[in-house]
């Protein structure tokens, strides 16, 4: 019953699921305009529902929705163009204007009652205008104007205050038109722009009109200056005072290209943006479906009605186990005897493939015990007979095969024991020295089947076959150590330098004599030089001994050598035996070490040997690791 309930709600929750995620009405799939994503699936959805249930998640509200769903309806839209401002003549205007406001007109022959009022003076100038050269008696007294009259009047009103009212009127019009012109200034195109760019067009409309009314109020000041001036033409007056806007032009114009060259440089970064807003949409369409189904709701009795069934299966599991278990032992008793003669197999196996001992087998024997129980012993054939005498190294190549065959019984296959293998080569020819590091390669190292592995040896050729094995010369992967014997102890060390890193003995003493040769330093290698002596020596015993094998009566190898060389072979000899011996000598361990001497030896040496055998040479010096050929 409890599998049928938690089956059942699970199959509602993973319907709504599969629904949303991928359903040809309503999945998040089939919306890829919207939410960018056509392969859509149930467990990217569920990706999605860990996302929106995180602390720091932050829904995007309605009205951010429609402006990302407006984002991706954009298009690249080509680059707006840099704009041609009009360039407003305010400054110039301001000037022009307080120099009019200021300019004095000369005060001889002036009337001075018209001076004093100057709508009286105005009066007076308009009628001139309108009896010069028409009437001859005053059209408003009546009285004739006389010629005096006339002169005073032309005396009045001359040709430097026409002239300044003629300039006034000329600005004003100036300003009437800039006016104009700054009614059509820096239209702005909303279209132009991207729409992530309208809330700040439309900060800059606002923006442009106040500063384009300011500066209008301020062309009307001016103008107010001037017509007042014009009225009372005769005496100067001083420009009112305000706070210049024209100026804020500028950084308008400045504005303006701001957006301008973020909403060029946008297209580049479109695509971008409109992925992160499917994500956004995407992400707030699983959000409210969770609401809508209440996921949490939902998810809490599942896990509710699971915590049941598990409680049920695994009552039922522990019930089945416990029948396997029993069914296991049964037939690990019946299985005993073939995997024992498995195991004997294998032994033969190992013995006829990797050793070829075709002639010795091990069989599996079956032998009742005292409880007439089945008991499985093995007996060594030879030669179709069982064996009873048998040398030191069979016991040791059968145990070692035996041990392999081990690996593979049913207590240790499939795991990685930790190995111990104490000197597998122990009592055995050198025939078999190889075939025993290829078997534990092959068995053991390539198939991986170690945690750890531990060898021990006392034999060098054993030694160097073990170098060859994958990683042996890894220092993160394996560790060389030597068990030396002190009295009644034994202590583990390092490997000593030469056994670990050469071949032999003799590759580290041609490396020794090899970097006293070349190095450039007479102090920073002086071990190098204090052990020289004794490199050399045990280096050439070795060297000579196998160039000039016949056992000639004092044969003097050094001379034969060096040949005409007499010197080198001198040299040789004196450091040879006054360096390695101090006995008879005592005087030398109170002297410093003689070091140009023994370079020069040491490159006598190697020179030496680069002239008599080429090949020799070269393969010594890439046994130490060196490539190309020295010459000293």
């Known amino acids: 019953m409890s599998q049928d309930n938690f089956g059942r709600e699970s199959k509602k929750l993973n319907a709504q699921l599969s629904d949303k995620a991928t359903d040809r009405k309503v999945g998040i799939k089939y919306q890829p305009a919207k939410f960018g994503d056509q392969n859509y699936s149930i ?142 200034y820096l239209e702005i195109d909303k279209n132009k722009f991207y729409s992530k760019f309208d809330n700040k067009l439309e900060q800059l409309e606002r923006i442009k009109i106040n500063i384009i009314s300011r500066v209008h109020n301020e062309f009307d000041l001016l103008k107010k ?174 145990a070692f095969c035996y041990f392999m065959a081990k690996l593979d019984d049913v207590e240790t296959k499939g795991t990685k024991p930790i190995i111990w293998i104490d000197d597998p080569i122990s009592s055995l020819d050198s025939n078999h020295i190889f075939f025993v590091y290829s078997l534990i390669n092959s068995e053991i190292i390539v198939n991986d089947k170690f945690e750890q592995i531990f060898i021990s040896t006392h034999n060098l050729d054993f030694l160097k076959y073990l170098k060859r094995l994958p990683k042996a010369l890894i220092k993160e992967f394996s560790h060389y150590f030597l068990i030396t014997r002190e009295n009644d102890e034994s202590k583990i060390c390092d490997m000593p330098k030469y056994l670990k890193d050469y071949v032999t003995e003799f590759n580290f003493l041609f490396h020794q004599i090899y970097q006293c040769a070349k190095t450039e330093s007479d102090t920073a290698e002086h071990s190098l030089f204090y052990n020289f002596a ?60 003689d070091v140009p001497e023994m370079k020069k030896t040491a490159q006598f040496i190697l020179n030496k040997i680069e002239e008599k055998d080429q090949d020799q040479y070269e393969a010594l010096l890439k046994s130490i690791g060196v490539e190309e050929v020295y010459s000293v």
């Open 43 to 184: 467990s990217k959805l569920e990706k999605d529902i860990k996302s929106v249930q995180k602390e720091d998640f932050q829904r995007i509200g309605n009205d951010k929705s429609k402006e990302l769903l407006i984002l991706l309806e954009e298009k690249i839209k080509p680059a707006i163009p840099d704009p041609q401002f009009y360039k407003t003549k305010f400054d110039e205007i301001l000037i022009q204007t307080k120099e009019l406001l200021e300019r004095k007109v000369g005060d001889s022959d002036r009337i001075t009652e018209l001076v004093k009022d100057s709508i009286l003076n105005r009066w007076v100038k308009e009628g001139k205008k309108l009896h010069e050269n028409k009437l001859q008696e005053c059209a408003f007294c009546g009285n004739e104007i006389s010629d005096e009259r006339w002169g005073k009047l032309d005396k009045h009103f001359d040709e430097e205050s026409d002239k300044l009212e003629s300039e006034i009127d000329q600005l004003i019009r100036s300003i009437e038109l800039e006016k104009q012109q700054l009614d059509n």
């Open 225 to 398: 200056d001037l017509k007042e001036r014009k009225n009372d033409i005769l005496n100067p007056k001083k420009i009112t005072a305000f706070t210049t806007s024209a100026n804020r032009l500028i950084w308008l114009e400045n504005l303006y290209n701001k957006l301008r060259t973020e909403s060029n440089n946008y297209s580049s970064s479109l695509k971008k943006d409109q992925l992160q807003a499917q994500e956004d949409l995407r992400l707030k369409e699983v959000f409210d479906f969770l609401e809508t189904i209440k996921y949490d709701e939902e998810l809490e009795t599942i896990n509710e009605l699971e915590s049941i069934f598990e409680t049920d299966k695994a009552k039922k599991i522990a019930i089945l186990n416990k029948i396997e278990d029993l069914k296991t032992l049964i037939l690990d008793k019946q299985r005993l005897m073939n995997d024992e003669e498995k195991g004997a197999l294998k032994v033969n196996e190992f013995l006829n493939n990797f050793f070829g001992h075709e002639f010795l087998t091990l069989q599996a024997v079956e032998h009742p015990d005292e409880n007439e129980e089945k008991k499985i012993k093995f007996e060594i054939i030879r030669d179709g007979k069982k064996a009873h005498h048998l040398s030191e190294g069979e016991c040791s190549l059968i």
């Open 534 to 593: 004794n490199n050399t020596r045990k280096f050439l015993e070795a060297f000579l001994f196998y160039k000039y094998p016949n056992a000639v009566e004092r044969d003097d190898k050094l001379k034969r050598f060096f040949g005409d060389n007499s010197q080198a072979a001198s040299m040789t000899d004196r450091i040879n035996n006054e360096y390695s011996h101090l006995e008879g000598l005592f005087e030398r361990s109170m002297m410093p070490i």
